[in-house]
């Protein structure tokens, strides 16, 4: 019984299969490495590179290591680029995650696992939302997840393959031993953008759009510690082996931050004071977008134990010294 992580070199993926080791789980990783780094994955992990709409590759790898769970992180996940390159996000997100989960699920894959996201909601009338509220994505890479969200369903319905499709709210952190983190040097996200700028290594931060509907003007997002998130992928292969139903989960901890909150706990915790703009909105964001999480909860028995914005902070903020003093 082994595990293929896709995206294992990636952020998530590469917290994912250090947690696997650490439980003594058998992995397998394929990776193209467009975005994630060979040496986020330990040398004892067997690696593959390539590309999940590989279809002779995967179903090879699959058959060798004797798959029969499959984690799917490969993705590209950067909103503000889906709005530029919506064709590559629908390749990448949609068409490549089709032909993985097809091979999979003709190959004798029995549970499956698929990184969604939060983003599938759009602007959601109610706040926190459930997933029971119908996805009006507001960019390509919402739609992307949200059509392979549908794919899987309807491919694994007919193939016996369970599965569980997690929504992510805002991943943010690091491991907090260090092992592995968020190592993508243009990252667009929040925490990794205002620590680079603790550090210097950016010019201070922009705070896009000053002017939403929300009680200090700018968005609000949830949080969530990525030691947790892979906590709940962990959480939901153990449902799925339990012969619990396939299902879509929130990941989140149903609570929400301003960038200002953001901004002042990036700059409390580091005693870094840096500079920050006001600038106009950045396309496709949605004002407020924080997880009803009662669900993953109850069906998954998940309890996060670092829901925490300083400490997601303090991690993240430890990683990007650790890539400064790399350099
Ligand atoms: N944001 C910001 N400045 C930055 C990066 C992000 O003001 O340098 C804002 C962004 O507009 C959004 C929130 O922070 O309202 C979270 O953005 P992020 O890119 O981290 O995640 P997303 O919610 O887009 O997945």
Partial sequence: MTILVTGGAGYIGSHMVFGLLDRGVPVVVLDNLATGFRSAVPASVPFVEGDVGDADLVSRL?????????????????????????????????????????????????????????????NPAQSPVAETALPQPMSPYGTSKWMTELVLRDVAAVRGMHHVALRYFNVAGADPALRCGQSTRAATHLIKAAVQAVLGTRDGLDIYGTDYPTPDGTCVRDYIHVTDLVGAHFSALEYLRGGGASTTLNCGYGRGYSVREVVDAVKRVSGVDFPVRLAGRRPGDPATIVADTARLRRDLN??????????????ALAWERRLFEMR
Avoid: C
């Avoid at 490549?96 to 939060?118: K, Q």
């Avoid at 998940?302 to 991690?315: F, G, K, Q, S």
């Fill in 62 to 122: 699959i058959e060798t290591h004797k798959v029969d769970e499959v984690i799917h992180f490969a993705a590209s996940s950067v909103v503000p680029e889906s709005m530029e390159q919506p064709a590559a996000y629908y390749t990448n997100n949609t068409a490549r995650s089709l032909a993985l989960i097809d091979v999979a699920s003709r190959s004798g894959v029995r549970r499956f696992v698929f990184s969604s996201t939060a983003a599938v909601y759009g």
């Fill in 302 to 315: 998940w309890t996060p134990a670092y829901d925490d914005l300083d400490t997601i902070v303090a991690h």
